[in-house]
C-alpha cells in the first residue's frame, strides 16, 4: 500500500465587525472570477502559523502577530486531488489590506459575513459556514 501526500494550505478569515476579507482569484487557472479567502500553500520547513503570518503580508500586505491568529478548523477535503486545509480567525492586525499579487487578485472586498456572494470557492463557502457553526473539523467533496 502506497501513503498518500497532500497538499497543504492555509486560509485566513480577516474579520472585522461582522465583515470578512475576501479576494477575487484572478488569472490563476483554479476558480478564477470567485471569491475566497487570503490563502496559499505551507512552504517546506515552516509550521501553520507562521505560513498564515508569511501569506497574509504577500497577499494582503498585513502583518499579522501569533497572538492575534487563533486556528479555528481544519479540513480534509477531495477534488481533483486530497487536500488538508487548516483555518485561521484575525481580527487585530498592522497595516491596510491591500491587492499585493495583482496577477492572481483582481478584487479585494470586505463583505458581510451573513451575505457571502454566490461566486464564492464553495470549500470556503463551506468552511465559512462551519466556522459560524463552531465546526472544528470537517471533510468536503467526499462521495
Not at 17 to 26: K, Y
Request: with cysteine.
Amino acid at each position: 500500500m502506497s501513503r498518500t501526500k497532500f497538499a497543504v494550505a492555509v486560509h485566513l478569515f480577516l474579520l472585522k465587525d461582522n465583515q470578512i476579507l475576501l479576494q477575487r482569484r484572478f488569472n490563476t487557472g483554479y476558480e478564477d472570477g470567485n471569491y475566497s479567502v487570503v490563502a496559499g500553500h505551507i512552504d517546506g520547513g515552516e509550521d501553520v502559523f507562521n505560513a498564515m503570518i508569511r501569506e497574509a503580508k504577500e497577499e494582503a500586505g498585513i502583518e499579522i502577530t501569533l497572538e492575534n491568529l487563533k486556528a479555528i478548523q481544519v479540513m480534509h477535503r477531495k477534488k481533483e486531488d486530497e487536500r488538508i486545509d487548516y483555518f485561521f480567525v484575525c481580527e487585530s492586525w498592522n497595516g491596510e489590506t491591500r491587492i499585493m499579487e495583482p496577477d492572481k487578485c483582481d478584487e479585494l472586498r470586505w463583505v458581510d459575513i451573513d451575505a457571502l456572494p454566490n461566486n464564492m470557492v464553495d470549500y470556503v463557502a463551506q468552511a465559512i459556514k462551519n466556522y459560524k457553526d463552531r465546526v472544528l473539523f470537517s471533510v468536503y467533496g467526499w462521495k
